[in-house]
């Protein structure tokens, strides 16, 4: 594990911080183009969503300074399915890439890249993306999973017909992810009785009886 120094803790705090708030493809713009590129300065930000299979269902860029390829958001023909299997034998750490035009990259995922799973791609590093890198991309890969859930699930909308807020979002995934009632409080820098609280009104929206089902009517 690194040690990062006292300046580069202080960026690092600040990006996770913003990134909590994330819910809109602009606002995941916007803080990739200032407490990211302060962290690990970038071309390109690949969002990649995946479908069940672990396939990327769909690639978003995000790019200020490089013009990427068409090519490069085509989640079938594209780099990234290839991009991707190279992370899963390298054991699921990051992984630096050569992305050819774009010169150095980073790629890493979330869990297994299963259903609900993302994978995240910086492209156009000012050099080979190294120890420090790599470990920063994973310090803030749980913050910029859970950005990618609630922007996906934005538009998402209930049986009961009322929009899941951010917060009920958030326990979703970790309930999916399997994750305790004090182990998402922890995460989420609340208590546990607020997540038990969020989890029954989440279930009535939902129509269901327990965290269970809930997770099988999400993915469903």
């Given at each position: 594990?690194?040690?990062?120094?006292?300046?580069?803790?202080?960026?690092?705090?600040?990006?996770?911080?913003?990134?909590?708030?994330?819910?809109?493809?602009?606002?995941?713009?916007?803080?990739?183009?200032?407490?990211?590129?302060?962290?690990?300065?970038?071309?390109?930000?690949?969002?990649?969503?995946?479908?069940?299979?672990?396939?990327?269902?769909?690639?978003?860029?995000?790019?200020?300074?490089?013009?990427?390829?068409?090519?490069?958001?085509?989640?079938?023909?594209?780099?990234?399915?290839?991009?991707?299997?190279?992370?899963?034998?390298?054991?699921?750490?990051?992984?630096?890439?050569?992305?050819?035009?774009?010169?150095?990259?980073?790629?890493?995922?979330?869990?297994?890249?299963?259903?609900?799973?993302?994978?995240?791609?910086?492209?156009?590093?000012?050099?080979?993306?190294?120890?420090?890198?790599?470990?920063?991309?994973?310090?803030?890969?749980?913050?910029?999973?859970?950005?990618?859930?609630?922007?996906?699930?934005?538009?998402?909308?209930?049986?009961?017909?009322?929009?899941?807020?951010?917060?009920?979002?958030?326990?979703?995934?970790?309930?999916?992810?399997?994750?305790?009632?004090?182990?998402?409080?922890?995460?989420?820098?609340?208590?546990?009785?607020?997540v038990k609280n969020h989890l029954q009104r989440l279930y009535r929206q939902l129509?269901?009886?327990?965290?269970?089902?809930?997770?099988?009517?999400?993915i469903a």
């Amino acid at each position: 594990m690194l040690s990062p120094d006292a300046r580069e803790q202080e960026y690092l705090l600040h990006a996770l911080d913003g990134a909590r708030g994330i819910a809109s493809q602009r606002e995941l713009f916007l803080w990739s183009q200032g407490a990211l590129q302060t962290l690990l300065p970038h071309g390109v930000l690949l969002c990649v969503q995946l479908d069940e299979q672990g396939r990327p269902r769909k690639v978003e860029c995000l790019s200020s300074t490089l013009l990427a390829p068409s090519l490069l958001c085509d989640p079938a023909q594209g780099p990234v399915p290839a991009w991707l299997r190279q992370w899963q034998q390298g054991g699921g750490q990051p992984l630096a890439l050569r992305a050819g035009e774009l010169g150095h990259g980073l790629i890493h995922g979330s869990g297994a890249l299963a259903a609900g799973g993302s994978a995240f791609a910086l492209l156009g590093l000012p050099g080979a993306a190294g120890l420090r890198e790599g470990w920063l991309l994973q310090v803030l890969l749980p913050y910029l999973h859970l950005a990618a859930q609630r922007i996906a699930s934005a538009a998402w909308v209930s049986p009961a017909g009322s929009a899941m807020s951010p917060r009920q979002t958030e326990i979703l995934q970790w309930l999916r992810e399997g994750k305790s009632n004090e182990e998402i409080g922890r995460l989420l820098g609340i208590s546990a009785l607020t997540v038990k609280n969020h989890l029954q009104r989440l279930y009535r929206q939902l129509g269901v009886n327990n965290r269970a089902h809930a997770v099988a009517r999400s993915i469903a």
